[in-house]
């Protein structure tokens, strides 16, 4: 049933699991490639000594994996552009007795970067993806320089040719749908943006390189009409959510649970970037678009205090309850199972 391409891929079923920032790490990633996918650990939000010990532990597996990267241009800190956003937010500010001048301004997240690449050169992991285009070419280079497959997200046509040329060995073809941020990095105007298929055909037609399509992919039947498409394989993140061995917090697995978990918006409120989450206080009463959110990834830092004095109370108010259109596929199975469903090969 598999196209010839997923033969580039070092794996053998083509189900690729979309690296998650937050809500998992070696866990999901050593479950997912021992089913015959390919695991992915998401570095954004991990520090060093942590990369270290996920890479250390699919190192030992023997297994392929991918290590993913964030690679934003870092912002230039506007203190008025902050005042703006925090004055936003006072309501909420005042009533968790969060002052302002606690928030920290410094950005929480770093780009990859050359200390990246040399952590990355002791483990020498087989594939690295990125979000938010690639870094500059002389780390690119080192990755290829030990056989590393290089992948990054393509939300258009545009994007796809850009990063191909800029030496992608696959594009992530990221669709509309998709849950958590939108790889979108040469433009801001979401009027670009495609559904999947349509995004995958556009890129299958143009492009020599293999293609992933993600975005909305639940069903096995997705799964085959993106391979049929001629897609290399497809990335799915948001239907591992509710699997045994994601680290999704129990604010993010109940509404993925609740009724109107199919409600999701494209909201740039929890970091300043888009990206899809279902409704809370956050993305209805803020969002889910605000004009005056600071840049990627400032605007974090007041929802990150706010978060946590809202979920120390027991609400999702301000937690990023990330999720595709796909979330009804959800299910509280072990990921290997999930992997077997995807790809439609006999449950054991
Ligand atoms: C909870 C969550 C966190 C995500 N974090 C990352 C990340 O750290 N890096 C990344 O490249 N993509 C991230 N994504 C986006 C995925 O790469 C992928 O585009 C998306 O999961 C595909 O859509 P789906 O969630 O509907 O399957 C995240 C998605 C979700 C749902």
Same mark, same amino acid.
């Given at each position: 049933?598999? =196209?010839?391409?997923t033969?580039q891929?070092?794996?053998?079923?083509?189900? *690729?699991q979309s690296?998650?920032?937050?809500?998992?790490d070696?866990?999901? $990633?050593l479950?997912?490639?021992?089913?015959?996918?390919?695991g992915? &650990?998401?570095?954004a939000?991990?520090?060093?000594?942590?990369?270290? =010990?996920n890479?250390?532990?699919m190192?030992a597996?023997?297994l392929?994996?991918?290590?993913n990267f964030f690679?934003?241009?870092p912002p230039?800190?506007?203190?008025d552009?902050?005042? %703006?956003w925090? !004055?936003? +937010?006072?309501?909420?500010?005042?009533?968790?007795d969060?002052a302002?001048?606690n928030?920290?301004?410094?950005?929480?997240?770093?780009?990859?970067? @050359?200390?990246? %690449?040399d952590? +990355?050169?002791?483990?020498?992991?087989? *594939?690295?993806?990125?979000?938010?285009?690639?870094? @500059?070419a002389d780390?690119?280079?080192r990755?290829?320089?030990?056989?590393g497959l290089?992948?990054?997200?393509?939300?258009?046509?545009?994007e796809?040719?850009?990063?191909?040329?800029?030496?992608a060995?696959v594009v992530?073809?990221?669709? &509309?749908e %998709?849950?958590?941020?939108?790889?979108?990095?040469?433009?801001? =105007?979401? @009027?670009?943006?495609l559904?999947t298929?349509?995004?995958?055909?556009?890129c299958?037609?143009?492009?020599?390189?293999?293609? &992933?399509? @993600?975005?909305?992919i639940?069903?096995?039947?997705?799964?085959?009409?993106?391979?049929?498409? /001629?897609a $290399?394989?497809?990335?799915?993140?948001?239907t591992?959510l +509710?699997? =045994?061995e994601?680290?999704?917090?129990?604010?993010?697995? #109940?509404?993925?649970?609740?009724e /109107?978990?199919?409600?999701?918006?494209l909201?740039?409120?929890?970091?300043?970037?888009?990206a #899809?989450?279902?409704e809370?206080?956050a993305?209805?009463e803020?969002?889910?678009?605000?004009?005056?959110?600071p840049?990627?990834p400032?605007a /974090?830092?007041?929802?990150g205090?706010? #978060? !946590?004095?809202?979920?120390?109370?027991g609400?999702d108010?301000f937690?990023?309850?990330w999720? /595709?259109?796909?979330?009804?596929?959800?299910?509280?199975?072990?990921?290997?199972?999930m992997?077997?469903r995807l790809?439609?090969v006999?449950?054991?």
């Amino acid at each position: 049933m598999f =196209d010839q391409r997923t033969m580039q891929l070092p794996i053998r079923l083509p189900i *690729v699991q979309s690296p998650m920032a937050g809500v998992q790490d070696a866990d999901l $990633a050593l479950a997912v490639s021992a089913a015959g996918g390919l695991g992915s &650990i998401p570095a954004a939000m991990m520090s060093a000594g942590q990369l270290a =010990d996920n890479m250390a532990r699919m190192q030992a597996s023997g297994l392929a994996y991918n290590v993913n990267f964030f690679c934003h241009q870092p912002p230039k800190v506007k203190l008025d552009a902050l005042e %703006a956003w925090h !004055k936003r +937010l006072s309501p909420w500010l005042d009533k968790y007795d969060l002052a302002s001048k606690n928030i920290p301004l410094e950005p929480s997240r770093q780009p990859f970067s @050359a200390a990246n %690449a040399d952590l +990355l050169a002791q483990f020498k992991p087989p *594939v690295v993806s990125f979000h938010f285009g690639l870094p @500059a070419a002389d780390l690119v280079a080192r990755i290829k320089g030990w056989g590393g497959l290089v992948m990054s997200s393509a939300t258009t046509l545009e994007e796809a040719e850009w990063l191909a040329d800029k030496g992608a060995d696959v594009v992530i073809a990221q669709g &509309i749908e %998709a849950g958590g941020h939108r790889g979108i990095f040469l433009t801001a =105007d979401l @009027a670009t943006q495609l559904p999947t298929m349509e995004l995958l055909q556009a890129c299958v037609a143009n492009l020599e390189v293999p293609i &992933i399509a @993600a975005g909305g992919i639940g069903t096995q039947a997705q799964v085959q009409a993106c391979l049929d498409a /001629g897609a $290399a394989a497809v990335q799915v993140g948001t239907t591992f959510l +509710l699997c =045994d061995e994601a680290a999704t917090n129990a604010f993010h697995r #109940r509404a993925l649970q609740s009724e /109107g978990a199919n409600k999701t918006h494209l909201t740039n409120v929890f970091s300043g970037r888009p990206a #899809r989450s279902m409704e809370n206080v956050a993305v209805t009463e803020i969002g889910p678009w605000s004009d005056v959110v600071p840049s990627f990834p400032l605007a /974090g830092n007041a929802m990150g205090l706010l #978060r !946590k004095a809202a979920e120390a109370v027991g609400k999702d108010d301000f937690t990023p309850l990330w999720s /595709g259109t796909n979330n009804r596929a959800c299910d509280t199975i072990p990921a290997a199972q999930m992997v077997r469903r995807l790809a439609g090969v006999e449950d054991k």
